[in-house]
C-alpha cells in the first residue's frame, strides 16, 4: 500500500498569455476548476500509474463545502481509499489561483483553508492504515507539527518515507534525516540548505547530505533529475517534449516514481518512470487532469 498525507485543494486555473506586472490588468483567456493539491495530485498519480493490487490511501482534510465534495468524488473515482479524508465543519476546503501563461509555465497562490486542520491527531487515528503501507508521501502544503508528528510515526512503523519539501520553508535537520527520498525541485534545494539560487546541484547535494539527507532527487524541469543515492550521483536527462502547462509536473513525477517503487523497481527504473510519466503531463493542461494513466506508459 502507497500512503499520502498531505493537501487537497480546488485548482482555480486562468489561462493568460503572459504574467501580468504588478498593478497590470490583462485581458486571460478559459478559466476552470480543476482538482489538485500536491497531496490529492501526487495520491491520483499513485493510484493511475501503480501496478494491479498496490492499493493508495489519502489523509487529509475538506471543507464542509461544493467544493469538498467534488474533491471527495475525484479521489475515489481514481480508486484513492479516502476514509481517513476528514471533512472540517464550517470550514471552506483549500484552493489554489494558478495562472498558466502561453510558455506553459504557472503562478500559483494557495489558499490553506481546511488543509490547515490537519492534526497530528488525525494521523493518529490513522495508524493502523499507516502500519499497512510500504511507503508514505508528504508534502509541506499541512502543518509543520503534522508533518513532523507523521513523519515520526511513520519512521517508528519503518516505513519508507519519501517527503516532497514544498512550499519551500527552512526545515529542522532532525526532521531531514527522517526521511528517505527528499525530492525538491531546485528552489526547494536552495531554500533547504540556505543557499542561493544559483548554486550548483551538486553544491545543494553536498549541503543536504551534511544536513542528514541521505537519498536526494532534485528535479530540474526540462534539465531532468539530478539523483544523489547510496550508490552514487547521476543526472537523468528529460524526455523531451512540448509543454504547454507545468502544473503538477512534478508531483506527477513523484507520483510515478513511488508506484514503480512500491511494485518492487529499482531506483533507476522508477526515476525514469516518473520522468516519462511527468513528460506526459505537460503536454495537457490542469493537475489531476494531466496525469496519465499507467496504460498509457506501459504497452
Known amino acids: 500500500m502507497i500512503v499520502i498525507i498531505g493537501s487537497i485543494n480546488m485548482d482555480l486555473v486562468l489561462r493568460v498569455p503572459r504574467m501580468p506586472l504588478p498593478g497590470e490588468t490583462i485581458t486571460g483567456g478559459q478559466f476552470r476548476t480543476i482538482p489538485g493539491g500536491k497531496g490529492a495530485n501526487q495520491a491520483v498519480a499513485c493510484a493511475r500509474l501503480r501496478a494491479d493490487g498496490i492499493p493508495v490511501a489519502m489523509i487529509g482534510c475538506l471543507g464542509d463545502d461544493a467544493f ?12 484513492v481509499d479516502d476514509r481517513h479524508v476528514s471533512s472540517i465543519a ?5 484552493i489554489a489561483s494558478i495562472l498558466v501563461d502561453d510558455q506553459g509555465q504557472n503562478s500559483i497562490v494557495l489558499a490553506g483553508g481546511a488543509n490547515h486542520a490537519l492534526s497530528p491527531a488525525h494521523i493518529d487515528a490513522a495508524r493502523d492504515l499507516i502500519s499497512q503501507a510500504s511507503i508514505v508521501v508528504l508534502q509541506l502544503e499541512t502543518p509543520l507539527a503534522t508533518v513532523q508528528h507523521a513523519i515520526a510515526v511513520v519512521r517508528a512503523l519503518g516505513k519508507t518515507v ?5 512550499p519551500a520553508q527552512a526545515l529542522p535537520q532532525s526532521l531531514l534525516a527522517q526521511v528517505d527520498y527528499l525530492v525538491p525541485n531546485e528552489i526547494e534545494a536552495a531554500m533547504l540548505a540556505g543557499m542561493a539560487s544559483d548554486t550548483s546541484v551538486s553544491d545543494l547535494v553536498a549541503k543536504l547530505r551534511a544536513d542528514g539527507s541521505s537519498k536526494l532527487l532534485i528535479t530540474l524541469g526540462d534539465k531532468g533529475v539530478y539523483a544523489a543515492l547510496t550508490d552514487g550521483e547521476q543526472q537523468f536527462a528529460a524526455q523531451a517534449t512540448k509543454a504547454i502547462d507545468t502544473t503538477a509536473a512534478g508531483d506527477t513525477f513523484i507520483g510515478g516514481f513511488v508506484a514503480a517503487l512500491a511494485e518492487g523497481r529499482s531506483e533507476a ?3 525514469a518512470y516518473g520522468q516519462r510519466a511527468a513528460a506526459l503531463s505537460v503536454t495537457r493542461v490542469g493537475a489531476q487532469t494531466s496525469i496519465p494513466y499507467r496504460h498509457e506508459l506501459i504497452n
Open 90 to 94: 464550517d470550514t471552506a476546503s483549500g
Open 68 to 79: 469538498g465534495q467534488q474533491l471527495r468524488a475525484a479521489l475515489r473515482d481514481d480508486g
Open 162 to 166: 519519501v517527503l516532497n519539501p514544498a
Open 269 to 271: 527504473e522508477a526515476i
